[in-house]
């Protein structure tokens, strides 16, 4: 079974890390003194329930948006794309989705984004493919001619199946990437045999080796893609305009739930278990993902890069520049 121990290093560090953030975001630690009241005191947070969002899950059941001044509702939503449309269209106010969707919004929606935290970035095992117990593919390469089944079309899921394909030697444009499978079905279609092959995420990939036999092809954790850039935070630049002191006090919140997540293993099993109903067994032994504590441009360019690189963004993509999306 896949499990990542948390560094040490990590630890030592957090307290700093957190300080340098929370300066960087425009706001003080929690900790520095009476802040501004927020304008909007009751937010609604549009989430596409993964363990990526762990740091959201660990401020609501800690307190921390409470303490300072919000109250946060949690609202799930099926799919990244959906939850970038409730905001957009007004009905909730922030959300958490992968960047993929993120910068297409920006690029082909002009949905004028800004990213004010980063949720997560990949680490070994935390993503992998998979196949079923009897499968007869054996390597990437077994996987020309078959059906790889991902999320949505074009979605962060698309990119690294491309861009694995791609540097392991094998020719994508003969592997069938389909949509249309939901994240928390992708392991029983898969042992069903209505896809050869899938990534999949954790906890979904825990409960498919568990409840299906499933077996690892390989991470996805490895050449262009190691440490990629996952899931973050986004608001409408109009909102983050119209309600500073909420996002503030916001950020400060979610800071603190991220060094957590980003530090004690324990509390990340607690909040998974709570807000995705994992049983016990399977949060202990889950990989996770690392949790930054910071906005980091030069990371989250990469997230274009690849886009353009993988023919997810048309060449003349290349130029932009994510710093659009993080000032």
């Known amino acids: 079974m896949r499990f990542r121990s948390f560094r040490s290093s990590k630890a030592v560090s957090a307290a700093a ?47 921390l948006f409470q ?56 680490e070994p095992h935390e993503l992998s493919m998979f196949v079923a117990p009897n499968s007869y593919v054996r390597s990437l ?27 392991n030697g094998v020719r994508s444009r003969l592997v069938n990437i389909q949509p249309g499978f939901p994240l928390q079905n992708m392991a029983s279609e898969v042992a069903a045999g209505e896809a050869s092959a899938a990534p999949i995420p954790e906890p979904f990939a825990s409960e498919g080796e ?5 077996q690892e092809l390989t991470d996805v954790d490895q050449g262009a893609t190691t440490n990629f850039p996952l899931d973050g935070y986004a608001v409408t630049q109009a909102w983050a305009q119209k309600y500073p002191n909420t996002l503030a006090a916001f950020l400060r919140a979610l800071q603190e739930g991220q060094e ?3 530090t004690d293993r324990s509390a990340v099993e607690a909040a998974i278990e709570k807000y995705l109903s994992i049983n016990p067994e399977t949060a202990s032994v889950i990989a996770l993902p690392d949790y930054p504590l910071t906005v980091d441009p030069t990371q989250l360019q990469r997230v274009v890069n690849e886009m353009v690189q993988f023919t997810l963004l048309p060449r003349r993509d290349a130029s932009f520049k994510i710093t659009r999306m993080t000032g």
Do not use: H, W
């Not at 900790?31 to 993964?50: S, W």
């Not at 509702?73 to 960047?99: K, M, Q, W």
């Not at 996987?143 to 394909?165: C, M």
């Not at 568990?210 to 499933?214: R, T, W």
């Open 17 to 63: 890390a957190f300080a340098v953030t929370a300066l960087s975001a425009g706001c003080a630690p929690a900790n520095a003194g009476p802040e501004a009241a927020p304008e909007k005191p009751n937010i609604v947070v549009e989430d596409v329930p993964t363990i990526d969002s762990a740091g959201l899950y660990i401020a609501q059941m800690d307190g």
């Open 67 to 122: 303490q300072q001044g919000l109250n946060v509702t949690i609202r799930f939503a099926p799919a990244a794309e959906l939850a970038v449309s409730s905001e957009l269209n007004g009905t909730s106010d922030i959300s958490s989705a992968d960047y993929v969707t993120y910068i297409d919004d920006e690029l082909n929606e002009n949905a004028d984004l800004r990213i004010i935290g980063e949720a997560s970035s990949l």
């Open 141 to 167: 390469a077994g996987l020309e001619g078959q059906t790889v089944a991902v999320t949505a079309p074009g979605d962060i899921s698309t990119l690294l199946v491309r861009a694995l394909l791609t540097e």
């Open 210 to 214: 568990q409840q299906y036999g499933l």
């Open 260 to 262: 957590i997540a980003d």
